[in-house]
């Protein structure tokens, strides 16, 4: 997978919903920005949870953004592989087939 490519495709995308439906994208950027900026928690932990549950829910989109998010918030490369192991005890066998997605976004930033 090109890492670099969808991260591109997927900010244009964004832009493009964004002029489309302001009134129902803004709402949930402004409260995502909110719930994911520095507070009781560190940000870096909210990208690890995000993370584990991006991985339990088989989301590959989610992988991506929040592989990436967590390593640039200070993740190490072995918190990060933990928390996905975490989302992969909740999500089960399916979940274990997003590991090496998690490494090759590791490995692509």
């Not at 009134?23 to 928690?41: R, T």
């Not at 993370?51 to 993740?75: T, Y």
């Not at 990060?80 to 590791?106: K, N, S, Y």
């Amino acid at each position: 997978m090109d890492i670099q490519g969808f991260l591109e495709e997927y900010r244009k995308g964004i832009r493009g919903v964004r002029e489309q439906s302001p009134k129902s994208v803004e709402p949930f950027l402004s409260f995502y920005n909110q719930v994911m900026a520095e507070g009781a928690l560190p940000l870096k932990v909210k990208e690890l949870i995000a993370l584990a549950i991006g991985v339990a829910i088989h989301c590959e989109n989610c992988v991506i953004l929040h592989v990436r998010g967590a390593k640039k918030a200070g993740a190490t490369p072995e918190e990060i592989f933990e928390a996905a192991q975490v989302g992969v005890v909740m999500g089960g066998g399916p979940a274990f087939t997003f590991l090496p997605l998690v490494a090759q976004v590791l490995a692509s930033s």
